[in-house]
Structures are given as C-alpha cells and as structure tokens.
C-alpha cells in the first residue's frame, strides 16, 4: 500500500505565484491572527485578480479566512473561482451570516485526480468583499519534483519549469559517512604508528658485532662455521707447540744425560791417573 503524502504551502511560500502584487491586486505577507497557518494571510478587493500554483499529486484544497460580512444578509462574503488543468471553474461563496471571523475554512477541494502534475488556477470573482487566502494543501502517493514557478513577459501568465529532485539529505548523511571513515582511518594509523614508534624505543639496543680480522685474539660471533674453523685452527696449532715443546725437553734431556756421562768419564780418568 503506497503511503499518501500531505504537502502544505503557506500564502507566503513563492510556489503560488500571485498575479501583479505589486500593482496591489493581492495584497501577500500581511500578518495575520495566530489561529491563521503560519500567523500570514494574503488578501484582495480586485474583481479578477487571480493566483497559481502547480503541485504534483492526486488532489488540491484551498484554505483561508472567512471574515465578519459587511452586511446582515451575507451577501457581502467574497466570491471565488477554481480551475484544475484548465477545466471548468467551481465557485465557492459562504452565504451564512458570521459575527466572529472564521479561520481555516476549506474554500475549494478538487476530486480525486491522476497522480502527476497539474496545475491550479484562482480567482477572486466580484469587486469589493475581502477574499483571504490562507493556505493550500495536496496530497500525493510519490515524491513531487521540484517546481519553480515565473512569471511570463506580461507580468501574468506564470511559466513553470520542473527540475529533477535532489535529495540534498542524502548526499550530506553519504558524505558525512565518507568524512568519519576517512577521519577513523587516520587516526588509526597514527595510534599504529605512535605504538610501533614506542616499542622500537622501548627495545635495548643491540650490541655491535666485533669483525673478523684474522687475529686469534677475537673471533667473529654468531657464525658457527667461523667460529668452529677458529677451534680447529687453535686446537691443530697447540698440538703442533705440545709436540715441539715435548721434542725440546728430549733433547734438552739428552744433552744432560750427556753431559753427565762425560763428566763421569772424566771423573775415571782422573782418578787412574792419580793412582
């Protein structure tokens, strides 16, 4: 089931557009009584002058203020004229006599038309009496495009030029989305950023590996295979100084051997000699 949309434009909105108002044939924007829609009426005494205003929808009223009548008999109300699509007028006049002002009174309900675009035209009838427009309200089941009404070179005869509708709502809550999510995207990043940066200096620093220069002395370290080629190297060469060393006290030992055979020897000869 469609959903039916009730629109309502005051008599100061720009979409009615009123015929010469500066030639006070309609007298628009007066302030009005706080029972009047939006506290504004607009008013002529003009025999003819006359208003228009386009609405996409299936059905158009016409509101305004029924005043005090001049005369007892009531003869004095004013008398209106109503034309959808060019068709043939309604006349609408309050003949009862009232002693208060009446507000908000229906002046004009059109019937049940096709849903689309149409067009109304009003017109005060006869000179004299005041006709107050309020307001106008229709209804529609789909959203009305936007219409901007003008006037034509005469100064008359509006012309209507239909615009497609902008959802301005729509753009602003799609860009205020894109706006958030690019304003989360940054500020993630730079918390990422912030926290790496804080545990890189957080972190000890790490101590410099001394180079391999070929010296036993130092080696280089967390290369095993250097590292197990320096061992062999060490181990091959203290066994080669073991060995020499263990050769030097042989010969060392010899050499004492030696020398006390021969100082033995020496020690005989003496002795045979002395005896």
């Keep these: 089931m469609s959903k039916i949309l009730l629109e309502v434009f005051d008599d100061s909105d720009p979409s009615i557009v009123l015929e010469n108002p500066r030639n006070e044939h309609w007298n628009n924007n007066v302030i009005g009584n706080p029972s009047e829609y939006n506290r504004t009426t607009t008013l002529t005494r003009i025999q003819g002058a006359r208003a228009w205003f386009n609405f996409f929808g299936s ?4 509101y305004g203020t029924i005043p005090v009548p001049e005369r007892e008999d009531g003869s004095t109300h004013a008398e209106s004229l109503y034309s959808v699509d060019g068709g043939p ?25 096709e ?7 009003i017109t005060n009838n ?22 901007k009404p003008t006037t034509g070179p005469d ?9 497609p509708v902008t959802d301005h709502n729509s753009i602003a809550i799609i860009a205020g989305t894109l706006g958030a999510v690019v304003l989360m995207s940054m500020i993630l ?7 790496q940066h804080r545990h890189r200096m957080s972190e000890p620093p790490k101590a410099r590996q001394p180079q391999w220069n070929g010296s036993s002395e130092a080696s280089p370290e967390g290369s095993s295979e250097d590292h197990s080629t320096l061992d062999g190297s060490t181990a091959a060469s203290q066994t080669s100084r073991y060995i020499d060393e263990k050769k030097i006290m042989r010969n060392l030992q010899f050499e004492r051997t030696f020398s006390e055979s021969d100082q033995v020897d020496k020690s005989s000869d003496t002795m045979a000699q002395i005896i």
């Design 89 to 113: 007028p309604v006349i609408y006049q309050y003949h009862e006599h009232n002693t208060e002002n009446l507000y908000r009174q229906q002046f004009f309900k059109s019937d049940i038309l």
């Design 115 to 121: 849903e689309g675009n149409h067009s109304l035209v």
């Design 126 to 147: 006869i000179k004299g009496p005041y006709f107050w427009l309020d307001y106008i309200e229709f209804h529609s089941t789909l959203a009305p495009p936007v219409i």
């Design 189 to 195: 990043n730079l918390m990422m950023f912030v926290h």
């Design 155 to 163: 100064g008359c005869q509006p012309i209507y030029q239909e615009k």
């Design 59 to 62: 059905s158009v009223a016409v």
